[in-house]
């Protein structure tokens, strides 16, 4: 329960905070977008079984990897694509937290 709690909660939470935290006066935009980033979840479908609980997703699919995270991190430096990468970092971030559990 705590497990799910942690990862849910910084998928949901973390973004929440950052967007009311560092972009105040379009805050809900910055959430939707950071929510957004939940789609790079889409390449576990690419994997058997698609949902395995206790396997770890950084670096064992595509948009998880290594070589995407540090993508993920350089979009955090032009100020056009920021928003974007935070929210990839974050997303990383919350599945680096669930992987810790296991």
């Keep these: ?10 998928h949901i939470i973390l973004p929440l905070v950052v967007a009311l935290l560092s972009y105040k006066s379009n805050w809900m935009y910055a959430y939707f977008i950071m929510l957004a980033c939940f789609l790079i979840d889409l390449d576990h479908l690419l ?3 698609i ?3 206790n396997r770890c997703s950084i670096n064992f699919h ?16 032009p100020k056009k694509t920021r928003l974007l990468g935070l929210g990839l970092i974050i997303h990383i971030f919350s599945d680096f937290v669930d992987c810790s559990f296991m």
């Design 1 to 10: 329960m705590l497990q799910l709690l942690a990862h849910y909660g910084c």
């Design 47 to 49: 994997a058997t079984p």
């Design 51 to 53: 949902f395995s609980p």
């Design 62 to 77: 595509p948009l998880h990897s290594y070589y995407a995270i540090g993508v993920y991190f350089l979009l955090l430096f």
